[in-house]
């Protein structure tokens, strides 16, 4: 199995996540991830946006509760496609992930 995330996975674009899906908060994503990424967080806000709410709105709220917890940033990812790998509902967690780290480069170090 190639390291990067699998080709089965379905991408974010193509699959009903958002209202056919719901994350149960197992953490083996969480536990999984070398690089110790709050992975359902994003979910979470994602969840949000996709609800409606405003996107600059909710990442604000995330980046907060993230700088709150010191935890780790998706810009930390080592893309080893783990997390993907090991969730049992097959969320394309490398790609949602790797969305927020290429957004948190374009928008500077002051998100660190
Ligand atoms: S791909 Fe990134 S977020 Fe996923 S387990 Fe690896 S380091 Fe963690
Ligand atoms: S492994 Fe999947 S279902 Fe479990 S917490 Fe992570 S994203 Fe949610």
């Known amino acids: 199995m190639s390291l990067s995330e699998t080709a089965d996975r379905p991408s974010l674009q193509t699959r ?5 899906m ?9 536990r999984a991830c070398p690089a110790g990424i709050d992975i359902p967080a994003l979910l979470k806000a994602e969840e949000r946006i996709q ?3 405003e996107e600059e709105i909710v990442k604000q709220d995330w980046l907060h509760r993230q700088k709150e917890h010191h935890a780790r940033m998706p ?3 080592i893309e080893c496609g783990i997390c993907s790998r090991r969730c049992p509902q097959e969320f394309p967690l490398l790609e949602l992930v790797r969305r927020y780290a290429m957004q948190q480069a374009c928008t500077g170090a002051e998100e660190r």
């Open 51 to 53: 609800a409606g709410e």
């Open 75 to 77: 810009i930390d990812c």
């Open 22 to 30: 719901v994350c149960p908060d197992c953490q083996r994503c969480v």
């Open 16 to 20: 009903h996540f958002w209202t056919d």
